[in-house]
């Protein structure tokens, strides 16, 4: 049970859509430990960066219900920046179903005042959403970074930039 009352139950999404490291399992295949819709079968003895991993519907009671990465298809964390929304491969239009994509750009509005980023991640392709339009990104491979041409608070433009290049 977590802060929000709030158990994974029937959900094993982030054992599919998360890349995990220690394990070298890759994005968007299911862990070889997991069964999908049941669990972990090696829960004791789990990664520590499954330990440490929630996803925000599951610490965050403001997410309503139907967030839930089992029913939505979509798993949403935290980054620096702002919200990543990670799309179910099987279901790359979740997000784009009522009522998430209203709701997500709703987020988008707000966040664009507090310099803060809605991104969708399906597969390997990444879309940046603003107040006014979705920006395609294409595939943002690890050292790359999203950079943002503002007027004001506005998103103006956005590219992809090694990250070395900035630096
Ligand atoms: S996606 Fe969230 S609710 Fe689903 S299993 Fe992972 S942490 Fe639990
Ligand atoms: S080790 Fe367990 S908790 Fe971690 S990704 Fe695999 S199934 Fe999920």
Redesign the pocket.
Known sequence: MTAAG????D?????K?MAIEELAKPANAWCPHCEPGGGCRTYPSRPAECRA???V??VNALLEEHW???RSKL?LTTSDDGLEVRCDPGFPDAWRREPFRGELREWAISGEALDMTVVVIVGQRMTLLTAEREFDLGIVGPDERIVRELEGTRVVNVTVAKASDLE
């Not at 709030?6 to 139950?9: L, N, P, S």
């Open positions: 709030r158990q994974c139950g959900c094993t999404l982030c054992c859509v991993f929630s996803c519907w599951l839930k990465p089992s798993v």
